[in-house]
Nanobody
């Protein structure tokens, strides 16, 4: 059974930092596509960063490039999102997601919600001005 459990959200002032964690189990995490998405009130869920766990290849949304960094632990079972220089526009519910697939060789992980079958419960990030 695939499980994704996020933690680390909270409230910070603009310019602050937070680190989100996603504990993954029940699927081949070391060769799957994983991603962080976020959803602000009244807006669609959007991809923040995507990673192919086998190679560590990443894609970042333009809005977070240079501020957010994704990382994984050595076992490939925990995904982290380090968020620096936070802005009020970064406010939203942050979700960890995976396609749960064991991809062989090179792979380009997508950045659209429909391509991910498994989601965590989300963790709230609130950035005040």
């Amino acid at each position: 059974q695939v499980q994704l459990v996020e933690s680390g959200g909270g409230s910070v002032q603009a310019g602050g930092s937070l680190r989100l964690s996603c504990a993954a189990s029940g699927f081949p995490a070391n060769s799957a596509c994983m991603a962080w998405f976020r959803q602000a009130p009244g807006k669609e869920r959007e991809a923040v960063v995507v990673i192919f766990m086998r190679t560590g290849g990443t894609w970042y949304a333009d809005s977070v490039k240079g501020r957010f960094t994704i990382a994984q632990d050595n076992a490939g079972t925990t995904l982290y999102l380090q968020m620096n220089s936070l802005k009020p526009d970064d406010t939203g519910m942050y979700y960890c997601a995976t396609d749960g697939q064991a991809h062989r060789g090179a792979w380009s992980c997508p950045a659209h919600t429909t391509m991910y079958d498994y989601w965590g419960q989300g963790t709230q990030v609130t950035v005040s001005a």
